[in-house]
Structure formats: structure tokens, C-alpha cells
């Protein structure tokens, strides 16, 4: 079993910066993926980054390279996204999952992650 509460949403400017982090809890933890999506009104939640259960590999949207880091800290469990260039289109409900399966290879699919965070809102304003 592993929980998730992120935190670090609010309103920025276009082209500013924010800083999600997410804080897990469970042993298993460091051993799972980890990745964030984002849901905007009225549209399907979307992948945005991912990072290995190592921290050794990570992958985002298109949308989102050059613009947006994530990392994680498995000695605090814990993952971070950090989005710079913020834009109107990033508005959006931000969740951390965590993949359903150890050790595994990084996926894109919300179907691979079954421990989700309550959300936080990131809003950019233009």
C-alpha cells in the first residue's frame, strides 16, 4: 500500500515557476515508478513526467520537454516536478502516482499506476 499527498500548486504568471512536490508513504515506495499527470477542465487526465523507481531514467510529454524536471528522493520519499515557462495550457489538477508494479520499466499509461494522490491545482494565468 502506498499514499501519496502533493502539495505546492497555486496561481503563476505566464512564464513563471512552480515547484510540486509529492510525499509517499509505504515500504515499497522506492521501488515503484513514479510519475505525474495532469487533468485539465473538461479533458482526460494526460501523462506529463515519469521517473524510475531508481531515479536512474525519466520520461515526459512532448508538451512538457525542456520545460518541466522531475526527480525523486527515495531516502525521503519523495518526488518533485519542477515547471519552468509556465503556460495558460499547464492549468490543471496535477497528480503523483505511484506504478502498480516493482522494479518495472516506465510506462505512460495510467493503467500502470494504481496509487494516486489527491491532486493539487496549478493555475496559469495570462
Known amino acids: 500500500q502506498v499514499q501519496l499527498v502533493e502539495s505546492g500548486g497555486g496561481l503563476v504568471q505566464t512564464g513563471g515557476s512552480l515547484r510540486l512536490s509529492c510525499a509517499g508513504s509505504?515500504?515499497?515506495?522506492?521501488?515503484?515508478?513514479m510519475a505525474w499527470f495532469r487533468q485539465a477542465p473538461g479533458k482526460e487526465r494526460e501523462f506529463v513526467s515519469g521517473v524510475s523507481w531508481n531515479g536512474g531514467s525519466t520520461w515526459s510529454a512532448d508538451s512538457v520537454k525542456g520545460r518541466f524536471t522531475i526527480s525523486r528522493d527515495n531516502d525521503k520519499n519523495t518526488v518533485s516536478l519542477r515547471m519552468n515557462s509556465l503556460k495558460p495550457e499547464d492549468t490543471a489538477v496535477y497528480y503523483c502516482a505511484a506504478d502498480g508494479r516493482l522494479h518495472s520499466s516506465g510506462s505512460y499509461y495510467s493503467s500502470e499506476y494504481i496509487y494516486w494522490g489527491q491532486g493539487t491545482q496549478v493555475t496559469v494565468s495570462s
Open positions: 509505504g515500504r515499497t515506495f522506492e521501488f515503484r515508478n
